[in-house]
């Protein structure tokens, strides 16, 4: 008699049936009981048997093994397309490195801000000045022209000593994540889901940039950021930055950089642009800048603009001067030292 035709069989085959209906019905408390019926019955089957545990076992191993050879293949090749079409792009100026608008003092954790004293390596930041005061976003740096998406890697692992000197050119290096093929058609998203969740909403909108001109944004999302894993499905972009490139791109080289002599633009251009292309930017604030007012924001831990999230805290930009930008963070109102000691009383 066929194995599979056997009392025996057919008697397992009606239980897993039955089983799988209860299942779809949501009935756990009748269903579990006839999952032990249903293993005890495939205990006594020999382990070559179509239907024993062994051999589904081994099918769902041998299933699994060619969905992960098949995976790998197609990472392999989407890698190969990205590096052959990264040949052929322009690539737009990485962003750059930012320094604290407030001395510092220490290292590593017992790194903090002196106090109510603005940093003289800050660019453009000096007592008085007119400063846009934007929120500073926990997220993943990327970038985008009409024509790509870019995601910027840091080459330096967490917490070397080495990158703290180290010029944007050495620290930094830029990824293609996806191209325009044709107007509506952006391949290579597939190669980080994640982003591809946060700008897929505004691949249209990227379209739309002016050629020669990238946005810099902050990808955010409740796998990336631990900021926001309290947030199921959270996946959104906040611009923040905007760049043009010093010659039309058109005249570059396939695979080179923009040149010198490309810029940060004044912040107010980032605002004119999100608000023609309605893209989501990073909340901002006009403010007169003194070491005292930048002390006192570190005081002011709030939660992100529309975000129930904590906030990270704020970047300070020279109005009239895109190249002048500082950082104010937080975390170093204090050192972690200052914090476990504080913690284990």
Excluded at 127 to 140: L, Q, R, S
Excluded at 238 to 244: G, N, Q
Excluded at 268 to 297: D, G, N, R
Excluded at 302 to 315: D, I, K, M, W
Aim: with cysteine; charged share 25%; aromatic share 8%.
């Amino acid at each position: 008699m066929d194995e599979v035709a056997s009392p025996r069989s057919v008697e397992i085959t009606q239980l897993g049936t039955r089983i799988r209906a209860l299942k779809a019905e949501g009935a756990e408390e009748v269903w579990r009981p006839l999952v032990l019926q249903l293993n005890q019955l495939k205990d006594a089957l020999p382990s070559s048997h179509p239907l024993s545990r062994e051999r589904f076992a081994a099918v769902k191993q041998q299933e699994a093994a060619t969905k992960k050879q098949d995976e790998n293949e197609r990472t392999r090749r989407l890698h190969e397309q990205l590096a052959s079409q990264a040949a052929k792009m322009v690539f737009p100026l990485t962003q750059r490195k930012i320094v604290h608008i407030l001395q510092t003092q220490g290292q590593g954790d017992d790194f903090k801000y002196c106090g109510p004293v603005l940093n003289p390596e800050a660019p453009g930041m000096c007592e008085g000045a007119d400063v846009w005061v934007t929120e500073k976003w926990d997220g993943t740096t990327v970038q985008a022209t009409c024509n790509g998406i870019f995601k910027r890697l840091d080459k330096f692992s967490k917490g070397s000593k080495a990158k703290r000197s180290a010029a944007v050119a050495d620290r930094y290096e830029l990824r293609l994540v996806a191209w325009r093929e044709a107007p509506g058609v952006w391949i290579g998203l597939e190669s980080d889901e994640r982003i591809a969740e946060c700008v897929r909403p505004y691949l249209s909108r990227f379209e739309q940039i002016p050629p020669d001109t990238c946005i810099f944004f902050e990808a955010v999302h409740t796998k990336i950021n631990q900021a926001f894993k309290h947030l199921p499905g959270f996946a959104d972009i906040r611009v923040f930055d905007t760049a043009t490139c010093a010659v039309p791109c058109s005249s570059i080289e396939p695979g080179a950089q923009w040149p010198e002599g490309s810029q940060f633009l004044d912040f107010s251009c980032t605002i004119e642009l999100c608000q023609q292309l309605h893209l989501p930017m990073v909340e901002f604030k006009q403010h007169e800048l003194t070491a005292e007012a930048a002390f006192s924001w570190i005081h002011e831990q709030r939660e992100y603009t529309g975000v129930s999230a904590a906030l990270e805290g704020f970047v300070l930009r020279a109005k009239g001067n895109g190249g002048a930008v500082a950082k104010l963070r937080f975390e170093y109102l204090t050192t972690r030292n200052e914090k476990r000691a504080l913690e284990s009383r």
